[in-house]
C-alpha cells in the first residue's frame, strides 16, 4: 500500500510544463518546481523588451530573471520515487486526454477511465477500480468499457443509468422513472433495443455494401463499354470509309465508262458523217464535170454544128438527184444525259432511304439499359413513329390514298411499273422507313381480317411461295387479325392470342431490346402479345390482305 500511496502523490513531483517527472529539478521564488530545461526555454520565449518573467503556473513575475540552481533534495526524492517504480508502472502515464474519459474519483489532473460501473455508476481509472474487485459487494457490480455515451445516459433525477427503452415516449429510462412517471407503458431492456437496432444497421449496411458493390461492378462494365464503344466506333467509320471509296470508284468508273462509250460512239458517227461528205462531194465534182461537157450543147446560134457535131444528151446518163438525207433533230446524245439524269434521281432517292436508316442507327446506338416498356398510351406516344407506305412494294391489287399512309383492296389492278420490291401474289405492303430503336405506331383496319406485321426488307416477293407471305417464314411477325379474336403468326407456327378485339392495334418496337408488342387500342390499351427476339435488321412496317373491300390506315397521332 506504501507503493500505491506515492504513485498517487506521483503529480506533486511533475514538471506542470512537460507533464513529466522532474529532471534536474529546480525550484523558483514563488516556490513552484520546473524542469531546469523546460522553465529556461519558457523564459527564452518570452517578450525580452518588457524584461519581466513569470511562473507559468501562478503568473508571479519577476524583474529579474530568477537564477536556476539544481535542487539536490527534490532531484533525490524524484530519483527515490523512479527507483520505487513510479515511471515504470503504464498507469501513471495514463492521464486523460482529450476525447478520452476520465476517471470520476481522481482530483487534480485524472487519469484515464479503465471501466464504467453500471450500478454505481461512474467511470474507475485502474488505481480507483480496485476495490471492485476486492470488496464482495462491489464484485456484483457490472462493468463495461467506459463511454461518454454511457455517462450521457445516467438519470439526472435519479442519479442511475436509464437503461430501459419506453416504447411509448421513445425514449431510455431508469428503473426509478418507469415505475413513476412511465407506469403502464411498453417497455422493453435498452439492451435490447439497442441489440434490435444494431441488427436493422446491420442488414442496411449490409444493403448499401451491397449497393457499392452492385455499383463498381456497373462502373467497370461502362468502362470496358466505352472501350468496346470506341473501338466499335473506329471500325465502323474505317468500314463506312472503305465503303463510301468503293462507292466513289465505282460510280467513277462508270462515269469514265460513259464518257468512253460517248467518245467512241461520236468518232463512229463522226466517220459515218465524213465518208456521206465525201462521198457526196465526189459526186458533186461529177455532175460539174458533165455540166461542163454539156455547156457547149445549150448554145443555139450554130445548129448545124449541134445537131451534127455533138452527141445527144442521152449520151451523158441520166442526171443524179439528191441524196434525200434526212437530218435529225440535233438530240443526239440528250438520251444518254437523260438515262444518266434518270440514274442520278434513283440514287438520290436510294441515298435518301438509305440515310435515313443509316441516321437512325448512328442515333439509336445505347450502351444503356433500355427503357421499361411504357404503361399507358400517353407514355406509347413519347416514341410515334410516322408511317408512310412504299407504293414500289405495293401489290397490283392494293390502292395507297391519304399521302400513302391508307392501303385498300380492289378488284382492278393499278397501273404500278414493275419492280423487284413488289409483292406479286400476296395482297401486301411495306413501310418506306426502316425502324430501329423504340418506335410506336398504330393501325386502324376495316373488313373482316387482316394482317398486321413488322418485316425485314429482305422477304421475299415475287410468286404465291410462303417466304413472300408475312405469316409463314422467319423475316415476318405478323398479327392477325380478325371480328372473332386474334392470333400471332411466325414461320408458319401459330400462337394463340387472347384479348378484347378493336378496329385499332397498336404496335410497340423496341429493336435494342429486342422486343415487339402489340397491343388492342380503345378506352384502355390491352397488351395481346409480345415477342422476344434478336432482330439483326430495321423492321418496316407493314399490312397483309384477303379480299377486296379491307383497308388499313397508319395513323398520324401528332
Known amino acids: 500500500m506504501a507503493q500505491r500511496g506515492i504513485q498517487l502523490d506521483g503529480d506533486n513531483y511533475s514538471c506542470s510544463i512537460c507533464l513529466d517527472l522532474l529532471k534536474d529539478p529546480v525550484t523558483i521564488p514563488c516556490g513552484h518546481s520546473y524542469c531546469m530545461t523546460c522553465i529556461a526555454t519558457h523564459w527564452d520565449g518570452e517578450d525580452h523588451n518588457k524584461r519581466i518573467h513569470s511562473c507559468p503556473q501562478c503568473r508571479e513575475t519577476f524583474k529579474k530573471r530568477p537564477v536556476l540552481k539544481k535542487s539536490t533534495i527534490l532531484a533525490a526524492l524524484v530519483e527515490d520515487l523512479r527507483n520505487t517504480g513510479l515511471q515504470a508502472d503504464p498507469a501513471y502515464r495514463c492521464y486523460a486526454g482529450p476525447g478520452d474519459v476520465a476517471c470520476d474519483v481522481c482530483t487534480g489532473r485524472k487519469l484515464k477511465a479503465v471501466k464504467f460501473c453500471l450500478a454505481c455508476p461512474a467511470s474507475y481509472c485502474e488505481f480507483h477500480l480496485q476495490p471492485h474487485y476486492d470488496a464482495p459487494p462491489l464484485q456484483k457490480h457490472k462493468l463495461v468499457e467506459p463511454s461518454r455515451k454511457l455517462q450521457e445516459n445516467i438519470c439526472s433525477c435519479h442519479d442511475a443509468v436509464a437503461g430501459v427503452f419506453c416504447h411509448s415516449d421513445q425514449h431510455c429510462n431508469c428503473s426509478h422513472c418507469l415505475t413513476d412517471e412511465h407506469k403502464g407503458h411498453k417497455k422493453a431492456s435498452a439492451a435490447a433495443k439497442v441489440s434490435e437496432k444494431q441488427k436493422k444497421l446491420q442488414a442496411r449496411r449490409q444493403q448499401i455494401r451491397q449497393g457499392i458493390w452492385s455499383r463498381e461492378k456497373d462502373v467497370k462494365l461502362l468502362q470496358q463499354e466505352?472501350?468496346?464503344?470506341?473501338?466499335?466506333?473506329?471500325?465502323?467509320?474505317?468500314?463506312?470509309?472503305?465503303?463510301?471509296?468503293?462507292?466513289?470508284?465505282?460510280?467513277?468508273?462508270?462515269?469514265?465508262?460513259?464518257?468512253?462509250?460517248?467518245?467512241?460512239?461520236?468518232?463512229?458517227?463522226?466517220?459515218?458523217?465524213?465518208?456521206?461528205?465525201?462521198?457526196?462531194?465526189?459526186?458533186?465534182?461529177?455532175?460539174?464535170?458533165?455540166?461542163?461537157?454539156?455547156?457547149?450543147?445549150?448554145?443555139?446560134?450554130?445548129?448545124?454544128?449541134?445537131?451534127?457535131?455533138?452527141?445527144?444528151?442521152?449520151?451523158?446518163?441520166?442526171?443524179?438527184?439528191?441524196?434525200?438525207?434526212?437530218?435529225?433533230?440535233?438530240?443526239?446524245?440528250?438520251?444518254?444525259?437523260?438515262?444518266?439524269?434518270?440514274?442520278?434521281?434513283?440514287?438520290?432517292?436510294?441515298?435518301?432511304?438509305?440515310?435515313?436508316?443509316?441516321?437512325?442507327?448512328?442515333?439509336?446506338?445505347?450502351?444503356?439499359?433500355?427503357?421499361?416498356?411504357?404503361?399507358?398510351?400517353?407514355?406509347?406516344?413519347?416514341?410515334?413513329?410516322?408511317?408512310?407506305?412504299?407504293?414500289?412494294?405495293?401489290?397490283?391489287?392494293?390502292?395507297?390514298?391519304?399521302?400513302?399512309?391508307?392501303?385498300?383492296?380492289?378488284?382492278?389492278?393499278?397501273?404500278?411499273?414493275?419492280?423487284?420490291?413488289?409483292?406479286?401474289?400476296?395482297?401486301?405492303?411495306?413501310?418506306?422507313?426502316?425502324?430501329?430503336?423504340?418506335?410506336?405506331?398504330?393501325?386502324?383496319?376495316?373488313?373482316?381480317?387482316?394482317?398486321?406485321?413488322?418485316?425485314?426488307?429482305?422477304?421475299?416477293?415475287?410468286?404465291?411461295?410462303?417466304?413472300?407471305?408475312?405469316?409463314?417464314?422467319?423475316?415476318?411477325?405478323?398479327?392477325?387479325?380478325?371480328?372473332?379474336?386474334?392470333?400471332?403468326?411466325?414461320?408458319?407456327?401459330?400462337?394463340?392470342?387472347?384479348?378484347?378485339?378493336?378496329?385499332?392495334?397498336?404496335?410497340?418496337?423496341?429493336?435494342?431490346?429486342?422486343?415487339?408488342?402489340?397491343?388492342?387500342?380503345?378506352?384502355?390499351?390491352?397488351?395481346?402479345?409480345?415477342?422476344?427476339?434478336?432482330?439483326?435488321?430495321?423492321?418496316?412496317?407493314?399490312?397483309?390482305?384477303?379480299?377486296?373491300?379491307?383497308?388499313?390506315?397508319?395513323?398520324?397521332?401528332?
Open 226 to 558: 466505352a472501350e468496346d464503344i470506341g473501338v466499335s466506333a473506329d471500325r465502323a467509320v474505317e468500314e463506312s470509309e472503305k465503303i463510301f471509296a468503293e462507292l466513289i470508284r465505282l460510280i467513277g468508273k462508270r462515269s469514265s465508262d460513259v464518257q468512253q462509250q460517248i467518245r467512241s460512239q461520236q468518232e463512229t458517227e463522226v466517220s459515218r458523217v465524213r465518208e456521206l461528205q465525201q462521198k457526196l462531194e465526189q459526186e458533186i465534182a461529177d455532175l460539174k464535170r458533165k455540166d461542163a461537157e454539156l455547156e457547149p450543147l445549150s448554145d443555139t446560134d450554130d445548129q448545124s454544128r449541134s445537131l451534127h457535131s455533138h452527141p445527144s444528151p442521152s449520151a451523158f446518163g441520166e442526171p443524179t438527184h439528191a441524196s434525200g438525207i434526212g437530218i435529225r433533230p440535233r438530240r443526239y446524245f440528250e438520251d444518254v444525259t437523260a438515262a444518266v439524269s434518270e440514274l442520278r434521281d434513283k440514287l438520290q432517292d436510294l441515298l435518301r432511304d438509305a440515310w435515313t436508316n443509316i441516321s437512325g442507327a448512328v442515333s439509336e446506338v445505347d450502351v444503356l439499359l433500355s427503357e421499361p416498356e411504357p404503361k399507358t398510351r400517353a407514355g406509347f406516344l413519347k416514341y410515334w413513329k410516322e408511317i408512310t407506305l412504299d407504293p414500289n412494294t405495293a401489290n397490283r391489287h392494293v390502292r395507297l390514298s391519304e399521302e400513302n399512309r391508307k392501303a385498300t383492296v380492289l378488284k382492278p389492278q393499278q397501273a404500278y411499273s414493275d419492280h423487284p420490291d413488289r409483292f406479286t401474289a400476296w395482297l401486301q405492303v411495306l413501310s418506306r422507313e426502316g425502324l430501329t430503336g423504340r418506335c410506336y405506331w398504330e393501325v386502324e383496319w376495316t373488313g373482316k381480317r387482316v394482317d398486321i406485321a413488322a418485316s425485314y426488307k429482305s422477304i421475299a416477293r415475287a410468286g404465291n411461295l410462303d417466304e413472300c407471305e408475312f405469316r409463314s417464314n422467319d423475316k415476318s411477325w405478323c398479327l392477325y387479325c380478325d371480328r372473332s379474336g386474334y392470333s400471332f403468326w411466325h414461320d408458319r407456327n401459330k400462337t394463340p392470342v387472347s384479348g378484347p378485339v378493336s378496329s385499332r392495334v397498336g404496335v410497340y418496337l423496341d429493336h435494342r431490346a429486342g422486343t415487339l408488342s402489340f397491343y388492342s387500342v380503345s378506352e384502355t390499351m390491352t397488351l395481346l402479345h409480345r415477342v422476344l427476339a434478336k432482330f439483326t435488321d430495321p423492321l418496316h412496317a407493314g399490312v397483309g390482305f384477303y379480299k377486296d373491300g379491307i383497308s388499313a390506315r397508319f395513323m398520324k397521332l401528332k
